[in-house]
Each structure stands twice: as structure tokens, then as C-alpha cells.
């Protein structure tokens, strides 16, 4: 495949922005170019084309299934972008002001009080997200009921299809 700059030839313009009617800032003389940066000159639609068929190389869960990797590697279906993107859920932080995000938060709980009356559990947590931070969450709860217990254990058994990264 050639590259963007092996496409190029003299003359071809993708867009051109509109002239501006902003001030211009003026940059030290040590940091302006002398000569024009040695960009290619392709046309849009080239271009395009160019970074489609380059996206097209590289193995991603829109393309197939991917095996290897952490459970977020996996397909995730689409409305969850959509939902990700909604105004309450939207640019929070896990460090915002607890009154700024009630719906989100009354959302995770309700979930919780769902999925522990599934379960027939005393309490869930949705704190792990994926892959090795959830194993290492079920561990611990385990260690925890049998500590509880009293009950002292030093072996776990895992079998081969437990999680499907390891082969």
C-alpha cells in the first residue's frame, strides 16, 4: 500500500478553510517556519479512502471477534456509546460533587438492589470493571465469607474455561 506522501502530487488541494476575520498571532521569529512544512497534497476524498483502508489492517471488535486480551477488548454493543454519551452520564468524574451526578448514582443503585434480588445475595458491587480487577474483586470476597467463617482455605480451583484468555 503506498503511503499518504507516495499519493501526493503538486497541486492537489483537500479543503480549504474560509479566510478568517480573527486576529492573527504572530509567532517569535525563532519558531516560524522558513519553508512550507512538507505536507501531502491529496484530495479529500483520497485521503479518506487512504485512512479507511489503513483502518482495515488493524484488528479490531468491529471486524471480527478478538479472543486475547481483557473482557473490555470484547464486543460491546453499540447503544452503550449511545447511552455513555447521554447528558447525565456525559464528561462525569469520579471526583464530582455527589449532588451533580444523583441519576447516575440512583441508576448504579437501583441496578445493585436488581441484580442482588437475581442472585439472592446480601449485597453486589459494581466497583471492578473488567478482567483482572474482577477476578482479583471475587477473590477477595471469597478470602472474606471464608474469613467470616472462620473457615481457613490455601487452594482454589480454576478450570481451563473460566476465562477465555487463557488457553
Known amino acids: 500500500m503506498e503511503s499518504i506522501i507516495e499519493r501526493s502530487k503538486a497541486g492537489r488541494r483537500g479543503y480549504s478553510l474560509a ?5 492573527v498571532y504572530k509567532l517569535a521569529q525563532g519558531h516560524v517556519r522558513k519553508t512550507d512544512a512538507p505536507l501531502p497534497e491529496i484530495s479529500e476524498p483520497q485521503i ?11 484488528h479490531h471488535v468491529d471486524k471480527n471477534f478478538y479472543p486475547l486480551g481483557s473482557c473490555t477488548m ?9 447511552t ?6 456525559a464528561k462525569t468524574h469520579p471526583l464530582q460533587n455527589d449532588r451533580t451526578i444523583q441519576g447516575a448514582l440512583q441508576l ?3 441496578l445493585g438492589e436488581y441484580l442482588k434480588a437475581i442472585v439472592n445475595l446480601d ?11 474482577g477476578e482479583f474483586t471475587a477473590i477477595s470476597m471469597f478470602r472474606a465469607h471464608f474469613n467470616m467463617k472462620e473457615e481457613s482455605r490455601q487452594h482454589i480451583l480454576v478450570p481451563d474455561s473460566a476465562h477465555g484468555t487463557n488457553p
Do not use: W
Not at 19 to 23: A, G, L, V
Not at 48 to 58: A, D, E, G, Y
Not at 74 to 82: A, G, L, M, S, V
Not at 127 to 133: D, I, L, N, R, V
Open 84 to 89: 455513555a454519551r447521554l447528558p447525565g452520564f
Open 48 to 58: 479518506i479512502r487512504h485512512f479507511v483502508n489503513l483502518s482495515t489492517m488493524n
Open 123 to 133: 449485597a453486589i458491587t459494581l466497583q471492578p470493571a473488567a478482567g483482572a480487577q
Open 19 to 23: 479566510k478568517r476575520d480573527t486576529p
Open 108 to 110: 448504579m443503585y437501583e
Open 74 to 82: 470484547k464486543y460491546n454493543p453499540k447503544i452503550n456509546e449511545e
